[in-house]
C-alpha cells in the first residue's frame, strides 16, 4: 500500500471545483426554451373512495396545455420491489381509492406556475370517506380497515400485511431454557425524513420519439427501467441524463409519481414539462424511512455469551408496499451479522397503513435494530455484572466465520474494532463515573458503545457495474461509467483507481457518468456497493487498457511485458529507464500494428458472481452478500438533570473498511453519518395525526445544524489490501456507520443518569420523565427500609 501513488491518498474531489464555484448543475438549473410547469392536485383524505374526477373546467383554463388523471396513464404498476412473490402494487396516480394523506390524483401542465395551480384548483373530485388506520400493530388486528388485502400467504389471522420475513436456526426454546439469564425489551424509533437540501425535480422532454429526462435520483439505470415500464416504452426511448444531485440518503431510488408526470405530460404536449415538489409536499405527501418496532428476547450464559435470541420486528410501511418488505429482512441481516448468535428465530411484519409509502434511509432499519439489540446487551451485562466491553468481546465474530445464510466474515476486524474503540475512548476508567460518584452540578456525562455490521453491495437489479477506459492519442484517458455522484465521491474514486492502475495523473482523467445513453450499466448509488463493484469494474478497466499498452510496448521494445513497468504517460523497462515509449507513441503503434485498436479497455463486475440470484426476502434463503464491514462506535454525551437537555460531546469511530481508498472522502462519511445519528438520537420527527403532518417545514421539524456538531474522530482497522492489476475487497462505508454511534448514544445518557430508554429520540421530556421515576423509587425503597427499622 505505501507503493501507490493515488489509491490510499486523500487527494482532492473531481466534483470539488464545479460545487464550490457554482459551476455544478442540478436538475433545476437545466433550462429548455418553452418549458412548462407541472402541478399535482394530491388527495386530502387518509382514506377514501373516489367516486368522480371531473377535470372540463381545468383544462378550459386558459394557459393550460394538459391535464392527465389515471384514465390517461397504461395502468402499469409499480414498486420499489417486482418479484413474484411480491409483485409491484402502486399506480403512478390513484384508481378507485386513495390511502394515504397527498397521494397523487391528477396532473397538469401550464404556462407558468400561477395558471397551474388555478388548475388545480378547478379539478373537481368527489370522495367517500372510509374508515383509516395509523398504527400498525392496530391494522394488524383482524377486523381492522383494510387498506390492501393481506399477502395469501402471510401467516395468522392478521390484516393488512404487505409481507413478511421469517426465518430460524438452531433450538430456541431450548437454548432459552439453558441460559443463566434471560431477558425480553420492546424498542421503538420514530419516524424521521431524509433530510435531503435539493427538492425532488423532474424536467421531460418528449422530443423525436425520445423521452430525454433530469431527475434527481440515486441511480439513472433504475430510474430509466421504471420509468420505461410504466409509460410501455423500450429502454432505448427513454434516457436519463446527467445532473449533479443535492443529497438522496435513500430517498431518491424508487419511480415517484412526479417523475412519470413531468414525462407523460411532455409526450401529450410535445413540449418540456417541469415539476418540483416543495418542502411542504415532501413532508406530507413524500417517502420517509421507516419505524419499526422491535420486541427482543435474548438468553444468556453467566459470562454474556449469548445462547438464544428471538426477535419480532413490526414495520409501519405506510399505504403501498414500498420497501417495507425490505427493511425487515434487512433487520434479519443486520441482527445475523455482528454477534454469535447459535440458536434464532425472527420474524418480521410489514404492515400497511394509512400513511404515506416508506422508503429506505440511510442504514435502511440498521440504526433501529442495533439501538435495540446494543441497548438490551448493555442491560444484560450490568445485570450479569459483566462490563459492556468483555460482553461484546466474548460475542463478536471472528474473521473467517461462516454465516448461517453461507456468507462469511473473511478479513472481518470486528473483534479489533472493539478492542481499539475501547483503549482509545479509556472506556472502561469513564464508564459509570457519574453514576458512582456524581458531581457537584446539574451536568452529568456519560460513555456508552453499540457495535454494527453492513453489507457492501448485493444483488438487486441492475445487479452489476461496467467501465469502459477510452485511450486518447495523447495518453489521457476518458472514462465512462454510469456510476452516480450523490455526494460520496464516486467519481473521485474510480478517477484514483484508474490513475494508479495507468500510472497517469489524476488531471489526465476526464469522468462522463451517469447517462442512460452514453455510459455502460451501473448499479446505482445504493446497496453501499460502488466502491467495490463499479470500482472493480474501473480497475478491471483500467487494466484491460494497461495489458493492451504493454503489450503493444513489449513488442515494439523488444521486452518482455513483465519487465515493462507504466509511469506518467510512459511505459519504461524495469531495469533500464532509457528503454521507453510515450503513451503517445504506444497508442500511435496499436492503430498501426493491431488492425486500429486504439486502446480502450471494458471491465465488468458483479458482486457474488456465482450466485444466481439475491436471497429470499421471505425466508432469507440465499447468500446475501460477500462484503462485510464492521465498526464499533464509542458516544460521550452530556446531560442535564435539571432541564433532561443531552447533548453529544464526543464520538469515536473505529471501522473495518477494508482499506480507504480516499481517506478524506472516508471522514466525511463517517462525520455525516454521525451528525445524522445525532439527530436521530435527539432532535428529528415527523410529527402527524390522523395521517396529516403536523411539522411539514424545516422551522418545525429540528435537524442538527453546525452548532450542534460533535468532536468527531475515527480510526482505521485496516484488512485488505489494494495491488495493482488484482481484483480489491475494500468494503463499505456511507450507512453502516450511522447504527452503532446511535446504539452508543443511548447507552451513553444511560451512563450519564441511570435513565434507560427504549425508544427515540431521546428528548428532556422522556428523560425528566425517567429521572423522576427513579426518584420516585428510591424514595420508595427508603420508606420501605424505614418502615422496617
Known sequence: MSELSYVGKSLRRKDGPDKVTGKAVYTQDVKLPNTLVGRILRSPHPHARILRIDTTRAKALPGVKAVITVEDTRGIRHGFVETPRYPPDQEVLARDKVVHVGEEIAAVAAVDHATAQAALALIEVDYESLPAVFDPEEAMKPGAPEIHPSHPKAPGNHSNIGGTTETEWGDVEKGFAESDYVREDRFEC??????????????????????????????????????????????????????????????????????????RLSMITGRPVQIVASREEIFSAYRHAQPLILEIKTGVKRDGTIVAQRIRAINNAGAYRGSGVVVIFLAWGFTMAPYRIPNLKYEGFSVYTNHTVRAPQRGHGAPKVRFAIESQLDMIAEAIGVDPITIRLRNARAPGEQLPNGDNTHRGGLIDCIALAAQKSDFLAKFGRDRKAPPKGSIRRGIGIGVSAYMGGTLIYPNGSAVIVKMNDDGSVVVLTGAIDIGQGSETVICQIVAEELGIGMDDIKVISSDTDTTPQDIGAWISGMTYVTGNAARQAAGNAREKLLQVASEKLGVPAENLVLKDKTVRHRLDPEVKMTYREVIAASVALHRGDTIIGEGFWRTMRDEPTHPSL???????????????????????????????????????????????????????QVSMALGHAFMEEVITKDGYTLNPNWLDY???????????????????????????????????????????????????????????????????????????????????????V
Open 190 to 263: 420514530q419516524l424521521r425524513t431524509h433530510g435531503y437540501l435539493e427538492p425532488h425535480v423532474t424536467l421531460a422532454h418528449w422530443e423525436s420519439d425520445k423521452l430525454n429526462v433530469w431527475t434527481s435520483s440515486m441511480g439513472v439505470f433504475v430510474k430509466r427501467a421504471k420509468l420505461a415500464k410504466v409509460l410501455d416504452l423500450p429502454y432505448s426511448s427513454v434516457r436519463i441524463h446527467k445532473t449533479y444531485v443535492g443529497g438522496t440518503f435513500g430517498g431518491k431510488i424508487d419511480l415517484y409519481s412526479h417523475e412519470y408526470c413531468a414525462s
Open 618 to 672: 421471505a425466508t432469507t434463503k440465499g447468500r446475501w452478500t460477500e462484503n462485510y464491514a464492521f465498526s464499533a462506535q464509542v458516544a460521550e454525551v452530556e446531560v442535564d438533570i435539571e432541564t433532561g437537555e443531552a447533548r453529544l460531546v464526543k464520538a469515536l469511530t473505529v471501522h473495518d473498511c477494508g482499506f480507504p481508498i480516499n481517506p478524506a472522502l472516508v471522514k466525511g462519511q463517517v462525520d455525516g
Open 702 to 788: 429540528r435537524m442538527p445544524t453546525i452548532h450542534n456538531m460533535a468532536i468527531s474522530e475515527d480510526a482505521d482497522v485496516i484488512t485488505e489490501e489494494y495491488r495493482v492489476g488484482q481484483p480489491y475487497r475494500t468494503k463499505e462505508v456511507g450507512e453502516g456507520l450511522i447504527s452503532g454511534i446511535l446504539a452508543a448514544m443511548g447507552n451513553a445518557v444511560y451512563d450519564a443518569t441511570g435513565v434507560r430508554l427504549r425508544a427515540t429520540p431521546f428528548t428532556a421530556e422522556k428523560i425528566l420523565n425517567g429521572l423522576k421515576a427513579i426518584e420516585y423509587e428510591a424514595k420508595k425503597a427508603r420508606q420501605g427500609e424505614a418502615a422496617r
